[in-house]
């Protein structure tokens, strides 16, 4: 199972971007999905989560500006990112606590390969 993140970028402060993370490969279930942040210098750490039944947490910096949502037949989760600052620069990964294979395989945290945010002032 790999998981696959797009749509980092450049933005200019108080813009929006919109982060994609695929799971692919033969996937029975994904249960929490989320997104976590690295920024130079800093420990990663946890942005959003969301369940399988659609309960989410976020950090409280990201509070009322992002939105993390999923789509369990794509198994693809989504982080909406409105009114970027620039302390919201960082590499963002998705990440899976547990991935159960159509073969019934568990296979534990799971993480995508990072896409670079940059929100300019």
């Known amino acids: 199972v790999q998981l696959q993140a797009s749509g980092g970028g450049l933005v200019q402060a108080g813009g929006s971007l919109r982060l994609s993370c695929a799971a692919s490969?033969?996937?029975?279930?994904?249960?929490?999905m989320g997104w976590y942040r690295q920024a130079p210098g800093n420990q990663r750490e946890l942005v959003a989560a969301?369940?399988?039944?659609?309960?989410?947490k976020y950090a409280d910096s990201v509070k009322g500006r992002f939105a993390i949502s999923r789509d369990n037949a794509k198994n693809t989760v989504y982080l909406q990112m409105n009114s970027l600052k620039p302390e919201d620069t960082a590499v963002y990964y998705c990440?899976?606590?547990?991935?159960?294979?159509?073969?019934?395989?568990?296979?534990?945290?799971?993480w995508g390969q990072g896409t670079q945010v940059t929100v300019s002032s």
């Open positions: 490969g033969s996937i029975r279930s994904i249960n929490a």
């Open positions: 990440h899976t606590d547990e991935i159960i294979t159509e073969w019934g395989r568990f296979e534990f945290d799971t």
């Open positions: 969301i369940t399988i039944n659609g309960n989410t």
